[in-house]
């Protein structure tokens, strides 16, 4: 069984799996959003798939309605401070309780369990990605870009899991060239088994 199947099937069973158990807690945030924020309870964003194919993202609402990205804002960078994140989506972004939804997008096959973030649609064609004089480095960054998009964007990855993946974009772009070289059941299954440790640490980049 080739790598990619193998991996599909793994999402397959453990996204429902994980569905089917955590219920109770989706559940329990929903109604905790509804109750103190009001509706949409869920976030819903176009991200970039495998391919370069949109899909629509879901996460639990961390933000107030109506709330905007500035146009000139750095995708890279992102502001844990944000005066537009709620209370209770501020302690939803430290458990990381707000990725949950994104278990549904796994079983749809528009994200895999472990894999490169998925960008928002507009992030790519941001010029922030290529702010470096230096034309070697600005191919670089090209590459990455292209490349992440050759497999299926990741609930986790190795990115989210190394020491401080907020402020570091270098750091972001080695991990996922990493992954993609070295990608296999068995480095799946280390991601995974991290993650929570990450999550305990705060060491999971929280709302991307």
């Known amino acids: 069984m080739t790598y990619p199947r193998a991996k599909r099937i793994a999402d397959l069973l453990i996204a429902g799996l994980a569905l089917v158990v955590l219920a109770p807690l989706l559940l329990a945030v929903a109604l905790a959003l509804r109750v103190t924020q009001g509706r949409p309870v869920f976030f819903r964003q176009p991200r970039m798939g495998k391919d370069g194919v949109p899909f629509l993202m879901l996460k ?3 933000m107030t309605v109506g709330s905007s990205v500035p146009t000139d804002a750095h995708p890279v960078r992102k502001d844990h401070a944000d005066p537009r994140i709620t209370p209770l989506g501020r302690l939803l972004r430290r458990a990381a309780l707000d990725e949950l939804p994104q278990f549904w997008n796994v079983l749809r096959g528009e994200m895999s369990l472990v894999g490169p973030r998925p960008l928002p649609v507009d992030d790519l064609a941001h010029p922030a990605w290529l702010e470096i004089a230096n034309a070697d480095e600005r191919a670089r960054r090209a590459d990455w870009a292209r490349l992440r998009q050759s497999v299926p964007p990741g609930l986790t990855g ?3 899991i190394s020491p401080d993946p907020e402020t570091d974009f270098e750091n972001w772009l080695v991990r996922d060239l990493d992954y993609l070289r070295r990608r296999s059941l068995a480095f799946d299954l280390y991601i995974l088994l991290v993650t929570p ?10 709302g991307a």
């Not at 440790?197 to 929280?206: H, M, S, Y």
């Open 60 to 62: 639990f609402r961390t």
């Open 158 to 160: 190795l990115w989210q």
């Open 197 to 206: 440790v990450a999550i305990l640490r705060g060491r999971r980049k929280p």
